[in-house]
């Protein structure tokens, strides 16, 4: 057992701890915002994929077009992360607007953005894995910096400026607001649609970096990345004690949910638990996490 | 001496250590309509919830027959023969008639519903109403009388052991025309010659002349009076309902006093039903029905600069919807507004909230207050723009703003990070006022507020009334919806009376009589 604990408390491991997370982390920031304007996006999976094909095509495109030199240049590393966060944000455009202005369910939207961003994203790449990619754009999901990896450092990045946004600034205000009151909110002058539609833009972008980050740690894009991410997502911002009627939340929660669920299959994977009996058990956590939450409140009113 | 159908005695009811009701006796006789009379708050609705098993008193006795008897749960009085009509109806939309009233107890074999035997009930129970509804339509394409029919069906089809007992209204008649209400009172006259004992809570006095056997009045929770309807004409029930220290102080400008500048002059205006009803293309209170309510007509006035201006007129008249649609939260289909000389076309609240003026919805909880956020985020929210550079909050400004307001308008609270929900009604509403106050840019020239003190107790009501008068003296322009007279008289400088979707009549000085405004309030 301690040998057990030795192994997950060495700092190797924390740090793939941390490494694990990064991604869904990053995703759990945009979808926090989300969810905390009652809102929900099934097609963070997806679109993870799709902006990780259609970045690594737009390196190769540009790769092919400019460099024939040999010399390593930044436009394709530029080229294929701007793709990932536009392909992200016009995600986020599509949802935004069909939720924000035509009043449609998010959960359907999302639902049918899921399945068409990922048919794209396997017409796009027909299906194979897209590799050799720029080694400055690897470097988005293998470098590592003053000893921790590149993607550790963005994710806290994206909580950092998450968490600031949202509890410092009046956009966050109105995220807030939105989710606890839509009615109240329009009623006070907010722009209840265009704070809605901002922040699915937001989060599409999140989507798009985190979709960049993935296939740089692969060092390919694969059209069926992120397969299942929206549940491990919305499971962390749960966990994390959001509530999915809107309103009440943060991003920090979303870090703890995000890091309790990812220590849990680390020290499961560690304690060499059977990977089939280790996602029953996560979901017996999510579970609990959520049923606890609600005993939490029910002894309060 | 025949026992009572239902009796509650010594019934003390208190919310979150405020006594909602102290000490009140009620008996209900087979065969008889019992009238309950009170203003907003008076504790009606809780003296209902108690007899109809929503609410556990905190102390008395209830009894049936001379039996006593404990209700923990609405089916627990639903088993014993006592339905209550409350007045949001307990329908589910898109189900028919008679899926409605034998919701919850569908005749069935084997767990397969039995179409047979629910439509031969749904059939008894609406012929017993000696109503006429067709029993398939889903019952949101019914009239709001119809619906209430329906609601009273289904109490009648209750299959409890001994039949309906006690039949509890709440309030049925607010949304109804003068010929719906006399249908609903001829079948009220039935049901009670079959002996249905009945408790009957209306605002309006003349009905209850008509209809009522006995009559019991509360105020602030207590029982004031109460008897035979010949004892208590309505004149005499008035004094009992209102005679609350309010209506001896008066919050009108005094008579020297000239208003100032025009600042809202509204011409001819009017609204249509929106063309989607699930769109929120106009936010209802949640209080009122989504349909039935009269749509503004024709509404021609004038709001000064100084003046408060009262809107009154019957539930349904189409007031909110003048506010409504005067902010931008409800399409207007004729009609100008001119605010402060220039042309006013909201296309939504936030129009009119960058013009200056500001709105106070009448039901705080759906359409005001953020309910968990705290006092300070709601204090703020619409001066939040203010209060930040750069689109960062400054969290001092803020929090100083927010305890400057809670100051002034005396909100008890245990601190500005305490959740809004947490506040009784009176400090919530000084809240949502206060979001108004709080230096804004454009500062406030207009300040609409629908109904100021509904569901507000007794000492925050004046302090209310206070602020709204402060805020005139200092050159706003306030329009006060309201359902209660006595507020209107004490409070307003002048009275337009609403009736059917449009302004009938606008009263001032001395004309600005109870007798006045009912006059005009009712069709004659």
Redesign the interface.
Same mark, same amino acid.
């Given at each position: 057992m301690s040998a057990l604990a030795g192994a997950f408390f060495s700092l190797g491991n924390l740090l793939n701890v941390a490494l694990s997370i990064a991604v869904i982390g990053i995703l759990g920031v945009g979808m926090t915002a989300v969810i905390l304007t009652g809102g929900i996006d099934l097609s963070v999976g997806s679109g993870v994929a799709l902006s990780g094909v259609v970045a690594a095509l737009a390196a190769h495109a540009v790769d092919s077009g400019a460099a024939t030199g040999g010399s390593p240049s930044l436009l394709p590393v530029v080229a294929a992360l701007g793709a990932a966060l536009a392909v992200g944000a016009a995600g986020g455009v599509f949802t935004g607007v069909a939720v924000a202005r035509l009043r449609a369910p998010a959960f359907l939207v999302t639902l049918a953005l899921l399945s068409i961003e990922r048919g794209l994203a396997f017409l796009f790449s027909s299906g194979q894995a897209v590799s050799d990619l720029p080694a400055g754009f690897n470097w988005l999901g293998q470098g590592i910096v003053f000893g921790v990896p590149v993607p550790v450092w963005l994710t806290a990045a994206c909580f950092g400026v998450g968490w600031f946004v949202l509890a410092r600034t009046t956009w966050g205000r109105w995220i807030y607001a939105v989710g606890g009151n839509e009615a109240a909110a329009w009623l006070a002058g907010i722009d209840t649609r265009g704070v809605t539609l901002g922040t699915y833009v937001a989060n599409g972008l999140l989507v798009g970096l985190a979709g960049a980050v993935l296939t740089a740690r692969l060092g390919a894009a694969v059209p069926n990345a992120g397969l299942g991410y929206e549940l491990d997502v919305i499971a962390a911002v749960v966990v994390g004690g959001t509530a999915l009627t809107g309103g009440r939340g943060s991003v920090l929660g979303t870090l703890a949910g995000a890091v309790c669920i990812g220590t849990l299959d680390n020290a499961l994977n560690l304690a060499n638990v059977d990977p089939y009996l280790q996602r029953v058990v996560v979901g017996v956590v999510i579970l609990l996490a959520v049923l606890g939450e609600r005993l939490r409140h029910r002894g309060r009113t | 001496m025949t026992h009572a159908a239902l009796a509650a005695a010594h019934i003390t009811v208190r919310y979150a250590g405020v006594v909602a009701l102290r000490d009140v006796t009620i008996e209900l006789h087979p065969g008889a309509i019992h009238a309950l009379v009170g203003e907003n708050g008076a504790g009606k609705s809780t003296l209902m919830r108690v007899l109809a098993g929503a609410r556990s008193p905190d102390a008395g006795t209830l009894a049936m027959n001379g039996e006593a008897v404990q209700f923990r749960t609405p089916r627990d009085a639903h088993r014993a023969g006592i339905r209550m009509i409350q007045q949001e109806l307990s329908l589910v939309p898109g189900f028919s008639a008679t899926e409605n009233i034998v919701l919850g107890d569908e005749p069935s074999r084997w767990g397969i519903l039995d179409r047979r035997a629910t439509r031969a009930r749904a059939e008894r129970a609406i012929d017993g109403l000696g109503a006429s509804i067709d029993l398939d339509t889903p019952v949101e394409r019914l009239s709001l009388a119809q619906r209430q029919m329906v609601e009273i069906a289904k109490a009648l089809a209750a299959d409890a052991p001994s039949g309906l007992r006690v039949l509890i209204l709440d309030e049925p008649t607010a949304i109804l025309s003068a010929h719906e209400t006399d249908a609903l009172h001829a079948r009220l006259v039935v049901l009670r010659s079959r002996g249905l004992a009945i408790l009957y809570c209306s605002h309006r006095l003349d009905e209850i002349d008509r209809l009522a056997d006995h009559v019991t009045v509360l105020r602030d929770g207590a029982y004031v009076g109460g008897g035979t309807i010949r004892e208590f004409p309505p004149a005499t029930l008035i004094p009992l309902m209102v005679g609350r220290a309010i209506e001896r102080r008066s919050w009108r400008a005094p008579a020297e006093m000239v208003p100032g500048s025009v600042l809202l002059e509204v011409d001819r205006l009017a609204t249509a039903p929106p063309p989607a009803p699930h769109?929120?293309a106009r936010?209802r209170p949640s209080g009122a029905p989504v349909t039935g309510a009269t749509d503004v007509v024709e509404a021609s006035f004038v709001l000064r600069a100084g003046e408060i201006v009262g809107l009154v007129g019957l539930v349904g008249a189409g007031r909110s919807e003048v506010a409504l649609a005067l902010?931008g /939260?409800m399409p207007r289909t004729a009609g100008t507004v001119t605010l402060r000389g220039a042309p006013f076309r909201p296309r939504?609240?936030?129009d009119? #909230?960058?013009a200056g003026i500001g709105?106070v919805?009448e039901d705080r909880a /759906?359409? /005001?207050?953020?309910?968990?956020?705290s006092v300070r #985020?709601n204090t703020t929210? #619409?001066a939040?723009?203010g209060l930040?550079r750069a689109?960062?909050?400054n969290?001092a400004r803020e929090r100083a703003m927010t305890h400057q307001w809670v100051e002034a308008l005396r909100i008890k609270t245990p601190s500005i990070e305490t959740p809004v929900r947490r506040l009784s009604g009176g400090n919530q509403q000084k809240v949502v006022l206060a979001?108004w106050l709080v230096a804004g840019d454009p500062p406030l020239s207009v300040l609409i507020v629908d109904e100021p003190t509904r569901g507000v107790d007794v000492g925050a009501r004046t302090e209310i009334y206070d602020t709204l008068r402060d805020l005139a003296t200092n050159h706003t322009g306030v329009l006060i919806i309201t359902s209660d007279l006595v507020e209107a008289m004490a409070l307003c400088d002048r009275l337009l009376v609403m009736r059917e979707g449009r302004i009938v009549g606008e009263l001032t000085g001395a004309d600005q009589t109870a007798e006045r405004v009912a006059s005009l309030m009712v069709p004659s």
């Open positions: - | 769109r929120r936010v902010i /939260a939504s609240p936030r009119a #909230v960058r709105f919805p /759906a359409s /005001a207050l953020m309910p968990r956020d #985020v929210l #619409v939040l723009r930040a689109g960062v909050v969290r979001r």
